[in-house]
């Protein structure tokens, strides 16, 4: 695994878990908030399994997260470009990391 992944890796790791410490209170006002922890969690666990483990299903699991949240932004009121880069910046970041070192992965 390149050091580029593991940089990537640890700021989507770090980002996620602050972003979902700080969207518990908010899930009183707004209960599909529940939806998007759930997603935020599986992010986390994703780059855990690729960072830890070097298991593709990470990979698969934050495409799955970004296709949650994508549906949670457009129906949250988020514009649908707006939506749609944030669905794809991640694991595209995160494949453009992994494609060299593909192979090694479990």
């Known amino acids: 695994m ?4 593991k940089v990537w890796l640890w700021i989507v790791f770090v980002i996620n878990i602050i972003s979902g410490v700080m969207m518990i209170p908010l899930m009183l006002i707004q209960p599909l908030l529940i ?8 992010i986390i666990v994703g780059a855990g399994l690729i960072l ?5 299903v990470g990979f698969y699991l934050m495409i799955a997260c970004a296709a949650i949240g994508l549906v949670i932004n ?5 514009g649908v470009v707006k939506s749609i880069i944030s669905a794809v910046l991640c694991p595209l970041i995160t494949y453009l990391f992994m ?7 479990q």
């Open 2 to 5: 390149n050091t580029g992944l």
């Open 35 to 42: 939806v998007s922890l759930i997603a935020e969690v599986l």
């Open 52 to 56: 830890f483990a070097q298991k593709k």
């Open 74 to 78: 457009i129906f949250g009121g988020v």
């Open 99 to 105: 494609q060299k070192d593909w192979d090694s992965f």
